[in-house]
């Protein structure tokens, strides 16, 4: 799905951190996990955006971390139940989606489990 161009070029990150940024504190949101997740991560945060509609509630929200474990992102929050249905979604998603090219994946590989297409089934970057 992404091309080997695209697959190589972090600039995702720094375009999801100009819109999301805030929901990370100072620092920003951190992608501890490869851009094939890009699209998937991209929705969530858009939709955790539009649901954070209380300004009291913008202010406190953070997420504290995204990171890829046995083939699936993590992304840990301090939001409520709405915003865990939202981040469960997302998490099943990425369980189908590979994490290199965002091409349909499936989960693979013993010890290092991860989600990915035939095409790049076993690739090391
Ligand atoms: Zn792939």
């Not at 999301?20 to 100072?26: D, L």
């Given at each position: 799905m992404l091309t080997d161009d695209v697959i190589k070029d972090h600039g995702w990150r720094e375009e999801l951190n100009r819109r999301?940024?805030?929901?990370?504190?100072?620092h920003g949101l951190y992608f501890e996990c490869l851009g094939g997740w890009r699209f998937v991560l991209k929705d969530m945060l858009e939709r955790i955006d539009a649901t954070l509609t209380d300004p009291e509630k913008r202010e406190v929200f953070r997420i504290s971390q995204i990171k890829e474990k046995f083939g699936e992102f993590r992304v840990y929050h301090n939001g409520d139940d709405r915003i865990d249905r939202i981040v469960d979604a997302a998490e099943a998603a990425s369980h189908i989606t590979c994490d290199v090219c965002a091409d349909r994946g499936w989960t693979q590989g013993a010890g290092w489990i991860s989600t990915r297409c035939s095409k790049h089934s076993g690739w090391r970057g």
């Open positions: 999301f940024g805030w929901m990370g504190g100072e």
